[in-house]
């Protein structure tokens, strides 16, 4: 048996997509996807126009399962009709569908990788992507060697089809954490089956979210080596306080606070942070006397105390920013609806009047939303392809206008990119270069 390429928790890859050529979609097709030439997004995002029957969904769904680390994504391009697609990377790496000449295989796969001694390549049979014989089989070493070089390469797709159905892998954390002969059998089972229920996704988004605080909040106490109570003992065995004058002490305190207070509304809104104590301490510290000899004291207790409340504000900043983001986006979609988080009673929505709603009880083009908007936020721990067939369905003409801004938002700097197609003008209207097939040679 040959030894996996990848070792338990290694890291995701962030490798971006920079072309995806296709010469032989239904046969007849040409595609050529090139995000280098999306100046106005930064390459994050190509939308597709093309006709009925011009094989779109079929190229969509091979880029999506060519780039998907998964047994079940080789049966599925054996069922598409493309021959030939070429996916290049940032790092300089391409993945590769290709046609066999050889009666004995259906296609084959090759990774090329400048990490790698030599290129990987898996030659597909009948036999290998068969139902029957595929849940009664094991893994075959070439197939595990080159699912596991392809798990290095790239982050599994998100594919949403034009049935609504949202396929993804993303929402699995240890999606790549150990070799294919490890998980073949049991995970890979689980990951890449449609999402329909809004409940579930909203609950790996909160989930995500509680995951990234709780990060965030651990990282920052345990790396510096340093806390309140090193500062105070550090101040106090030097003698920093000594100098200081009394009314000093009480302004450089008052200061502290306000500037900490300034921005607390952004995290206790979504009980990220709570500054009641503060307010409190800033009260006492205002009524008290302006040159007592206890603030003294009191500074090199409580100066260290809120010092580290900034430091951690400004380490939870990206977090609040992230659920903000979210929050805000899906609420500029909604007009008699709301979407609350807290970390305490997580994600909810409401009604015009108030009462709570269930999510899987919205209508079509509010599930629709929600759906993509929460998968967008959670292909951001992988830096992930969404790829989207027709996001038009079910939306309306503002909705439509508004959709790719507030995915691009919900991304902003975390290397997602979106592979759309739409017949959308309203879709189309915000992006540079709109991509067309072409008449195959």
């Known amino acids: 048996m040959a030894a996996p390429l990848i070792k338990p928790n290694t890291p995701m890859p962030q490798n971006s997509i920079r072309r995806i050529l296709s010469s032989s979609v239904l046969g007849e097709f040409r595609y050529d996807v090139d995000f280098d030439r999306t100046s106005h997004h930064s390459g994050r995002v190509v939308v597709i126009y093309a006709e009925n029957g011009m094989g779109k969904t079929n190229f969509l769904k091979a880029v999506h399962h060519l780039l998907s680390p998964r047994r079940e994504s080789l049966q599925a391009l054996a069922d598409l009709f493309v021959e030939e697609i070429t996916v290049h990377l940032s790092d300089g790496s391409s993945v590769r569908l290709l046609p066999s000449d050889d009666a004995s295989f259906l296609f084959g796969c090759r990774i090329e990788n400048f990490r790698l001694e030599e290129a ?10 068969d139902a029957r014989a595929f849940r009664r089989s094991s893994p075959r070493v070439d197939v595990a060697r080159y699912l596991d070089a392809l798990r290095t390469l790239v982050s599994p797709t998100v594919f949403v089809g034009d049935d609504r159905l949202i396929y993804s892998a993303t929402e699995s954390r240890n999606f790549i954490a150990h070799s294919t002969f490890e998980i073949e059998q049991d995970a890979f089972r689980r990951v890449g089956r449609p999402t329909q229920s809004v409940r579930d996704v909203l609950d790996l988004v909160e989930r995500e979210f509680t995951q990234r605080a709780l990060r965030t909040v651990s990282n920052d ?20 306080n000594r100098t200081i004058l009394a009314s000093q002490a009480r302004e450089s305190l008052l200061a502290q606070a306000e500037e900490v207070l300034a921005g607390a509304y952004d995290f206790e809104k979504y009980e990220l942070l709570s500054f009641s104590q503060i307010r409190r301490i800033t009260e006492m510290i205002q009524d ?19 010092s580290s409340t900034a430091d951690r504000m400004n380490t939870l900043a990206e977090t609040q920013r992230l659920i903000d983001t979210f929050v805000t986006s899906v609420n500029s979609f909604f007009e008699r609806k709301r979407l609350h988080y807290t970390t305490d009673a997580g994600i909810s929505l409401t009604g015009h009047d108030g009462a709570e709603l269930e999510p899987d009880n919205l ?26 067939d027709e996001p038009e369905l079910s939306l309306g003409l503002r909705w439509q206008r508004q959709l790719l801004p507030e995915l691009l938002r919900c991304t902003e700097g975390s290397g997602v990119q979106f592979l759309v197609a739409s017949h959308s003008v309203q879709i189309m209207g915000d992006v540079d270069e709109v991509v067309r097939p072409t008449e195959a040679l």
Do not use: C, M
């Open 221 to 240: 106490d345990t790396d510096s080596g340093e806390g309140v109570y090193f500062e105070v003992t550090r101040r106090v065995l030097q003698g920093e």
């Open 288 to 306: 008290s006397r302006a040159n007592s000899s206890h603030f003294r004291s009191l500074h090199g207790i409580l100066g260290p105390y809120l």
């Open 363 to 388: 209508s079509s083009g509010e599930k629709h939303l929600l759906l993509l908007l929460s998968h967008a936020v959670l292909a951001r721990s992988t830096g992930a392809l969404v790829v989207i």
């Open 120 to 129: 990987v390549e898996l030659w597909v049979r009948q036999e290998d992507v």
